[in-house]
């Protein structure tokens, strides 16, 4: 499985818009996505920071999920919002039972 670890540093102001952004990204990623297996999403309240993990079926489902109408929406409606994104991957070697 294909890991997805995002960190968001968000202008102050847009905190609360780019959080009902993001969730609605999570929920139609989940929804929309059949090889989309996790979407989380984590707030750093006094930082204006959010992190997200993301597990896909395989590398070709993240770069599907890339490609998705939703994805381009969501890309294009926070990016003035956000100060930094960093994007990380990695291969999942173990699961919690």
């Known amino acids: 499985m294909f890991v997805v670890y995002v960190i968001f540093d968000v202008e102050p102001e847009s905190v609360d818009r780019f959080r009902r952004a993001v969730l609605a990204q999570a929920h139609a990623s989940l929804n929309e996505e059949p090889d989309c297996l996790r979407f ?3 707030e750093d309240e006094a930082a204006s920071r959010f992190v997200l993990w993301e597990i896909y079926a ?3 489902a993240f770069d599907a999920h890339l490609e998705t109408q939703h994805f381009a929406a969501f890309d294009r409606i926070v990016a003035p919002w956000i100060r930094t994104k960093t994007v ?4 999942l070697i173990s699961e919690a039972p």
């Open 40 to 42: 989380d999403v984590a």
């Open 58 to 60: 395989s590398k070709d």
């Open 88 to 91: 990380e991957t990695f291969s």
